[in-house]
């Protein structure tokens, strides 16, 4: 079964540094996706990033790029320039290339972004 | 902009009773997904619905459980008899046309309360 890893119940960055969320996760699948979902406080969640796992390139979007690392199986996401409004809950998330599109998520952690 | 949504958004219900929880997805997605996270714990995968029927569940979809896709526009979810247990955020979600990968959009969840 998959499994994925938050070790960090709570993070905090001041406003326009720069923040690192750790994830990482196992499987004995070699195809799969990898997620880093935002959850701002009584909203849904948005989907910040993805990844293929058969991409070595690690995804970018704006100010939110991730570092895979499949051997170690680690996927952390990194926020550069951060904004109040990044303040919410992230949770990295697996699923599987083939079968079910089900998506295994972790426990989530908790970023506030200081003034 | 199209958006996954859930009602209620809180539902209070007595230990036995039933509940129906409802989602309206996407309109043009065809694969439809539930899930539920406990209090302090991680989301996890309850049962995903495509071609009106179910194509996954999980261990904690039981025979307290049942999904619908009534009338083409509305997904819902059964609970029978509900436990305290029960007690969690349940979180629709719908994804377009199949194939290996499609976004999973998220509504903003229902906070179901069993006491």
């Known amino acids: 079964a998959q499994t994925v890893t938050q070790s960090q119940p709570e993070m905090s960055v001041q406003e326009a540094e720069t923040v690192t969320l750790s994830c990482t996760y196992d499987?004995?699948?070699?195809?799969?996706?990898l997620f880093w979902y935002k959850q701002p406080p009584s909203r849904q969640m948005i989907l910040v990033i993805r990844?293929?796992?058969?991409?070595?390139q690690n995804a970018t979007e704006n100010r939110f790029s991730v570092n895979f690392q499949k051997a170690a199986k680690s996927f952390s996401l990194k926020i550069s320039d951060s904004q109040l409004g990044d303040t919410a809950m992230y949770f990295c998330?697996?699923?599987?290339?083939?079968?079910?599109?089900?998506?295994?998520f972790g426990t989530g952690t908790r970023l506030t972004v200081i003034p | 902009e199209p958006e996954v949504t859930q009602t209620p958004s809180h539902q209070v219900t007595q230990m036995g009773q039933e509940v129906i929880l409802r989602c309206v997805p996407i309109?043009?997605?065809?694969?439809f997904y539930w899930y539920r996270q406990i209090l302090g714990q991680k989301v996890e995968f309850l049962v995903s619905?495509?071609?009106?029927?179910?194509?996954?569940k999980s261990e904690i979809f039981d025979d307290q459980f049942s999904v619908e896709r009534p009338d083409g526009s509305n997904f819902t979810l059964k609970i029978r008899s509900t436990k305290l247990e029960d007690s969690a955020m349940y979180f629709c979600?719908?994804?377009?046309?199949?194939?290996?990968?499609?976004?999973?959009?998220f509504g903003p969840g229902t906070r179901l309360t069993v006491l």
């Open positions: 979600a719908s994804s377009g046309a199949g194939g290996s990968y499609n976004e999973q959009f």
């Open positions: 499987t004995s699948e070699n195809n799969y996706y």
């Open positions: 990844q293929e796992a058969y991409k070595q």
């Open positions: 998330a697996f699923m599987n290339h083939a079968g079910a599109n089900n998506l295994f």
């Open positions: 309109s043009n997605h065809l694969y």
């Open positions: 619905f495509y071609n009106n029927e179910i194509s996954e």
